[in-house]
């Protein structure tokens, strides 16, 4: 049976994505953190893991995009999910003083809790905060998850559709520690670190742009272990073992302090 490692809670979004992407027949293993969801993979426990990087409304997932810079496993796919927020609780909209998720989905629903003036209580997981409800079983406070959570805990949902835009969709890849294989319409994801001189980053983009490479996404993020230095998360069309694509990448490595493949896998259809 096909394995796969999450993090949060069962009933989290990023278990609704692993099951869109592999099918119902699957084992899901639940993890604390985004690191012990790879470690998970890197120890055989799991065959596959999977992990939110960036959201329709709300950006990057920063925390998850940290993970996987310090991971040996590859990115070999990757699924979107529309994201339906609900308010799961045990009292009525009219009780509700506190709401509690992850900061992500409290993000994503800023305008309904602003709205309603209500406390928010960051969690480490959606489906996480719908646990925290059921066990404080108080009529004051309710959680913001998917459906999927109210049902699995078995707690009723208060108000479905409460995200600030209907159309919010999370993209997740999926990691294992076997490489993928060069496809006809492929993505790949790469992180690098540019060094402090004059026109670095120029001279990267300029390799791709002369090679005809479409960059799909270019984002920054500050790197954690030097202040004042930063990661640059890019994606762009093609495969990485492919001769065009690896030239290019031999190439800037002379204007990279760092740079790691983080893997190539079909491009998936947004729906």
Known sequence: ?????????HGAYSE????KFFGDKIKTIPCNTFEDTLKTTQSNESMYSILPVENSIEGTVGQSIDAITNTDLH???EIYLKVEHCLIGVGTLEELET???HPQALGQCSDFIQTRKLKTVPTYDTAGSVKIIKEMNEKHSASIASSDAGDLYDIPIIKQGIENNSNNYTRFLIFSKTDSTEGENDKTSIIFSVK????ALYQILKEFNDKGINLTKIESRPNKN???EYNFFVDFLGHHSNSKIES???KILENTLFLKVIGSYPIADLD
Do not use: C, D, R
């Open 1 to 9: 049976m096909t394995t796969v490692s999450f993090q949060g809670e």
């Open 16 to 19: 609704s994505a692993a099951k």
């Open 75 to 77: 990115s070999i796919g």
């Open 99 to 101: 709401v509690y998720s």
């Open 196 to 199: 402090h001189e004059p026109g």
């Open 226 to 228: 030097t202040n004042w």
């Open 248 to 250: 290019v990448l031999n």
